[in-house]
């Protein structure tokens, strides 16, 4: 079973301005890792995923992550953020049978 | 139009009540999950079944019960809610590719 952790709880950036959140994932066997975005009130949003090929996967409304064995890493970027941006970004794994696990989740917080 | 949809959206309940919340899927999906969401907490898989009739436990499944009748539906039942209960709770289904498919969520309060 994998394990995924976000660092940073919560991320402030400017609108036009680059943002990168990271995860890091244990390995427990299949790589399936992905990105959600819960928008305040809602369900989660599918972003992107990587399980295997190019490392850089490309994702919704421009967001992209690359996928590093060396580090253990799956870190989100997105090159300019609008203010429609701001919400609440998940890491999950592949933990069996099709499920997730998810991290705790990073806020970030588009200002204008 | 909404793929998956939960009933109640919110629901207020007493301690030692019974409560179920429902989920529909028209995505034709086999998989179907439940998770809560607690404040500062990531979600956490309470239930998950891949094929009607049968469900499966997930890393919380104490004080939870799952039912899949079909395809489209799947059911959290709390037989005796508790306090510690009170969160969001999604509906998720997903096909074999694993991109999960999300609810709207239901915000239960035990009181």
């Known amino acids: 079973t994998q394990t995924v952790s976000q660092s940073d709880a919560h991320v402030t950036v400017f609108e036009g301005d680059s943002v990168e959140l990271r995860c890091n994932y244990s390995y427990g066997g299949s790589i399936y890792l992905s990105w959600y975005i819960q928008h305040h009130g809602r369900g989660l949003q599918f972003l992107l995923k990587?399980?295997?090929?190019?490392?850089v996967v490309q994702g919704v409304n421009g967001f992209e992550a690359e996928f590093s064995k060396s580090d253990s890493s799956f870190h989100l970027r997105k090159a300019s953020v609008h203010w429609s941006d701001s919400a609440v970004y998940f890491c999950a794994g592949y933990q069996g049978g099709r499920a997730l696990i998810f991290g705790t989740g990073t806020t970030v917080s588009v200002s204008p | 139009e909404a793929a998956v949809t939960q009933s109640p959206r919110s629901k207020v309940a007493v301690t030692g009540g019974k409560v179920t919340l429902s989920c529909h899927q028209t995505?034709?999906?086999?998989?179907m999950y439940w998770y809560r969401q607690d404040t500062g907490h990531g979600l956490r898989l309470i239930h998950y079944?891949?094929?009607?009739?049968?469900?499966e436990k997930g890393d919380i499944p104490d004080g939870y019960k799952a039912s899949r009748p079909s395809q489209e539906n799947f059911s959290l039942i709390l037989e005796l809610a508790s306090l510690s209960q009170t969160a969001v709770y999604f509906c998720a289904s997903s096909d074999v590719r694993g991109e999960q498919y999300f609810g709207p969520g239901t915000r239960l309060t035990v009181l």
């Open positions: 079944s891949y094929v009607a009739d049968s469900t």
């Open positions: 995505n034709n999906h086999d998989y």
């Open positions: 990587y399980y295997s090929g190019n490392p």
